[in-house]
């Protein structure tokens, strides 16, 4: 897969010191480095295999077909075809709705299924409100509903949109393996509450740094669109293979990080 060199990606924070913050409690720093240590290797042992899952799958499918079919002519009869079923004026209430039926039916694990549709809904949310100039029209009917996703089908809007989604993805991973390993290895109920009330406020900081690990997928996304996906739509086994690379690249800049700190 061609892709442009981008050497390290440097982060605001390490994660290591967004755990120690969150913390803010009485327990050894060993313990505060385990957490932290733990939490990345679960996430990229998860997604080692990640591309497997039908429902992350699904979500990913969604918002290429999406992107592809938005210039076309007859955009809503050919997503019907593909099983996206859209009103003509949709508006992100209409869209939600539809990818939450989209990823249901290619579920896997209802847990892992949760993860993945609030990860494409709050993509599909963050683009549409950085690129629609009438904001009224995003929770209204909108008549040029199809209009802000056609920003989306090049290389340039693809590139982007897909960093969103990973970002999206990353964080809610590393938030839902903090908190087991926060549950595993705090043994006070109150630290334990207190670790779970400090995470709620520092979600902004996993946010960022969720971000800022998945600008690798930059090097690659505008030019596996162009080549693959803008003139007809890409089969499943080559989204698959580029969900399979971009989620490779993610843990390889989760392994540089944890390097930093053994």
């Known amino acids: 897969m061609g892709h442009e060199r981008i050497g390290n990606l440097p982060k605001t924070e390490r994660w290591r010191g967004i755990v120690k913050s969150i913390s803010n409690y009485s327990e050894a720093n060993d313990t505060i480095v385990d957490i932290a240590a733990q939490t990345t290797k679960n996430v990229r042992k998860r997604f080692h295999y990640i591309d ?28 019907e075809e593909k099983g996206i079923q859209l009103p003509r004026d949709f508006n992100l ?22 993860l993945a549709t609030q990860s494409i809904i709050e993509t599909v949310g963050d683009w ?23 920003k989306a089908a090049n290389g340039t809007g693809f590139c982007e949109l897909s960093r969103l989604f990973f970002s999206k993805f ?11 390993e926060a549950a595993a290895n ?25 971000f800022e690990t998945s600008k690798i997928t930059q090097s690659f996304a505008a030019a596996w669109f162009n080549k693959h996906a803008k003139e ?3 089969t499943d086994k080559r989204i698959q293979g ?17 390097a930093k700190h053994d």
């Open 232 to 234: 007809k739509l890409p």
């Open 52 to 79: 497997n899952d039908g429902s992350v799958f699904a979500a990913f499918k969604f918002i290429i077909t999406l992107s592809h079919f938005a210039k076309s002519n007859n955009a809503f009869e050919k997503l």
């Open 93 to 114: 209430y209409d869209l939600a709705f539809c990818i939450q039926n989209y990823v249901i039916e290619n579920a896997g694990s209802k847990e892992y299924s949760s």
């Open 242 to 258: 580029f969900l399979s690379f971009a989620f490779q690249k993610i843990s390889s800049e989760l392994i540089r990080e944890e």
């Open 128 to 150: 549409a409100k950085a690129h629609e100039t009438n904001q009224s029209s995003l929770f209204d009917s909108n008549h040029n509903s199809l209009g802000v996703w056609q």
């Open 186 to 210: 705090i043994d006070n109920l109150f630290d334990r509450t207190q670790f779970n009330k400090n995470l709620e406020n520092h979600v902004d900081r996993i946010s960022k740094h969720a």
């Open 170 to 180: 990353t964080e809610r991973y590393l938030k839902y393996f903090l908190e087991r």
